[in-house]
Structures are given as C-alpha cells and as structure tokens.
C-alpha cells in the first residue's frame, strides 16, 4: 500500500476517533435535557429491559433535583465536556503527522483500555448497574477500534519512510 493511501485511511480513522471525542463532549453539556429526553423515550416505548428503563428514570430524578437544588453541580459535568473537546485537539497532531505524533495514538489506546478498568472498579462503588458499566466500558472497546487500526497504519507508513 502506497504511503499516500496509508496517510489517507490513518486521517479518516483519526477523525472518526476525533468526530466520536467531540460528540461525546459536547452531549455532556446539556445532560438534564438530554436524560429527560431519554426517560420520556424509554417509557413511551420500551425497547429496554425493565431494569435499565428504572435505572434510566432514577438518573433522571436525580439529575432534575440536582439540578434545581444544587445547579452548581453541573458544572463538573461542563468540566467533562471540556476534558474531551480538550482531548480531541490533541489528535490534530497525529492528523498532520502521525509518524512523529505515533505517541499520541499510544497515549489514546492506554487511555482506552483504562474506561473499562474505570467502569468495573468505580461502577460498583457508586451503585452503577452492571449493564451501565458495559455501555460505559463499549466506549473504551469502541474507541479503540479507530485507534489501533491509525496506529497500524501509522507504524507501516513509518516503515515505508524507513525504506
């Protein structure tokens, strides 16, 4: 495979890596509304097992007292947000050189393998449901694909440059 197409198909899945950081981010902003959504949806049509339907209603109380009570709260949540959008610039150095920037792909797979860890050891401690911790763990899993498949390519296109 040509270096060019190597470069192309490391970009494309880097920007699926990046497209994913942002959307993620930029969801966490207006959580309240986006877990009032959530709740009316899984009660209007019930596509879920009852267990995570209750789940999702819990969550919604929750946010929407906090919220009311205690709106300051959120701002963690804007801090999430912000780590992401914060993590995904990152990735622009391995867009426009992901030899020299392979380290940041390394970084980004370390990363990835630690939201499971995350997700098995904090999900008990603060009462998230084990069917939650595996949605949380995909995210990891998920993002890992993009990741290894640009560093894979990363690694052949330094290989060719070598040659």
Not at 15 to 24: E, K, P, Q
Not at 127 to 133: D, L, T
Not at 142 to 161: K, M, Q
Request: proline share 6%.
């Amino acid at each position: 495979m040509q270096g060019a197409t190597k470069l192309r198909r490391i970009r494309i899945w880097l920007a699926v890596f990046v497209i994913g950081l942002v959307l993620s981010g930029v969801t966490a902003f207006p959580l309240v509304h986006e877990i009032r959504w959530l709740a009316s949806f899984v009660a209007l049509h019930p596509v879920l097992p009852a267990s995570m339907v209750a789940w999702i209603g819990r969550v919604h109380v929750a946010l929407e007292d906090e919220n009311a009570r205690f709106p300051f709260l959120a701002y963690g949540t804007d801090w999430l947000a912000f780590a992401h959008l914060v993590l995904a610039t990152a990735f622009v150095g391995p867009l426009v050189n992901p030899v020299r920037n392979k380290w940041v792909l390394q970084f980004g797979l370390i990363a990835c393998a630690a939201v499971p860890l995350l997700a098995l050891i904090a999900g008990p401690v603060r009462g998230i449901p084990f069917a939650w911790r595996l949605i949380d763990c995909s995210f990891g899993v998920f993002g890992a694909i993009p990741l290894g498949i640009a560093l894979r390519y990363t690694n052949g296109l330094e290989r060719h440059s070598e040659d």
